[in-house]
């Protein structure tokens, strides 16, 4: 099977993750939102790998704290030492393993790992300094560790690790190591520490890019490929869902349906690629006018747009099919085959209506179909407004037309 095609960041004008990727620096954070989502994604993408080395830490560091008690005379501060390094690493697995893992493991791991790694530093030259020299092998394990405690995030990981280095290098001149023994295991330490940060920075550069074009492939379905406005699936879904909401929160809703006035006259003039230009240009006219996120501008039909205005009443809804209806004016295609002015218009019939269990969003709809034809009817270029009061009169239409059918059936 061939892989699916590599977006193009420039075809997605309006999306934040083709805006991220136009960026020249794939190390570069995202926008706030933008790396809160990459983060969360991340991390459920590596809850494994983070469940896993954190239970194994817990383990191994409860029974090395076991292993000390039984085997070898522990003093106060070495044993402080042990149970904080025990503790620290219980909770991080705890927290890992938890339902709330999403919300609260890194935030909490951004200040236990670290701390982790300084008494887990301080314990090593100790621990060395009263000849337990086997552990100065588990160095290496000590910076690494925390790339795979964050779930091979770099950044915090390398920090975790310096503040390791730097503290096994206090524990050394604070128990008088041997400065051999002090300079070989910074060494390793060091070279440790910049392989895993090359090795992490690598897979997150690769992490951070395949998450912006998974994200851009995912809007491929759910676009229209010339104007980059949603497509009418994903309105139809957004009606659908709005509705509800808007219903259970007691708040209006309005239904914009846009249509191009004349245009395959246009097409005939000037041609298809001009037409498609023309489109292109009034998507992102009326783009700029849907801001909120609960807004949806789609492209609805061929030259035929729709939007979906969240908690709006009839005079906001009116202003905003104004302003659209303005801001196609005001791009001023050339169009000398309509007969309604010599520059390319549009048509917009509005439906204003307070959704209710009882009724139904695609009644709601076909008023906005009905408005926009009333707009044509009047001359074009022009808005019509129909709400609550046209939406029962056409709901009793529709019952009794359902009625006088069952009759004769």
């Known amino acids: 099977m061939a892989a699916p095609a590599r977006p193009e960041p420039l075809d997605f004008p309006q999306s934040p993750y083709a805006a991220e990727l136009r960026h020249a620096d794939p190390d570069q954070r995202f926008s706030a939102p933008l790396e809160a989502q990459y983060i969360r994604t991340d991390l459920i993408h590596n809850r494994a790998l983070i469940r896993t080395v954190t239970l194994c830490a817990a383990l191994l560091a409860s029974m090395h704290g076991a292993e000390q008690l039984i085997h070898e005379p522990v003093g106060p501060v070495l044993l ?31 200040v236990l790992v670290p701390l982790r790694n ?8 100790d621990a060395v300094a009263h000849g337990q020299l086997a552990l100065l092998m588990t160095l290496p394990v000590m910076v690494i560790a925390p790339f795979f405690f964050f779930g091979l995030r770099w950044r915090v990981a390398l920090l975790s690790g310096a503040i390791a280095l730097a503290a096994f290098d206090a524990g050394a001149r604070l128990w008088h190591l041997p400065t051999p023994i002090v300079w070989r295991a910074s060494l390793y330490l060091l070279c440790a520490l910049i392989t895993g940060a090359i090795a992490a920075r690598q897979l997150e550069r690769r992490s951070r890019i395949g998450f912006l074009e998974s994200h851009l492939l995912a809007e491929l379905a759910r676009r229209d490929a010339l104007t980059g406005a949603m497509n009418r699936r994903v309105f139809n879904q957004h009606l659908a869902r709005v509705w509800q909401q808007a219903a259970a929160g007691q708040f209006g809703l309005a239904i914009l349906l846009i249509d191009v006035d004349h245009f395959k006259a246009y097409n005939d003039r000037y041609g298809h690629l001009a037409g498609d230009e023309a489109l292109r240009r009034i998507a992102q006219a009326v783009q700029g006018l849907v801001q909120r996120p609960d807004d949806l501008l789609a492209r609805y039909g061929g030259e035929e747009f729709g939007v979906i205005l969240y908690d709006v009443g009839r005079d906001q809804a009116w202003a905003l099919a104004e302003r659209a209806r303005r801001a196609v004016a005001q791009l001023v295609i050339e169009h000398r085959s309509s007969r309604v002015a010599g520059t ?26 009905l408005a926009l034809y009333e707009a044509k ?13 046209e939406y029962r009169l056409l709901s009793t239409a529709a019952s009794a037309a359902a009625a006088t059918l069952q009759a004769v059936g």
């Not at 690493?89 to 909490?108: D, F, I, N, Q, T």
């Not at 270029?381 to 129909?386: E, G, R, T």
Request: charged share 20%.
């Open 118 to 125: 300084l008494f887990a530093a301080l314990h090593m030259t």
């Open 377 to 389: 009817t009047n001359g074009r270029n022009c808005i019509d407004l129909m709400d609550d009061e």
């Open 344 to 369: 390319m218009t549009v048509s917009v019939g509005v439906a204003v209506v307070e959704p209710k269990p009882e009724r139904s969003c695609w009644n709601a709809l076909q008023l906005a179909d």
């Open 80 to 110: 402080e030492q042990l149970g904080a390094i025990a503790a620290i690493s219980v909770l991080l697995a705890v927290l890992a393993w938890s339902p709330a893992m999403e919300r609260r493991y890194l935030p909490w791991a951004c």
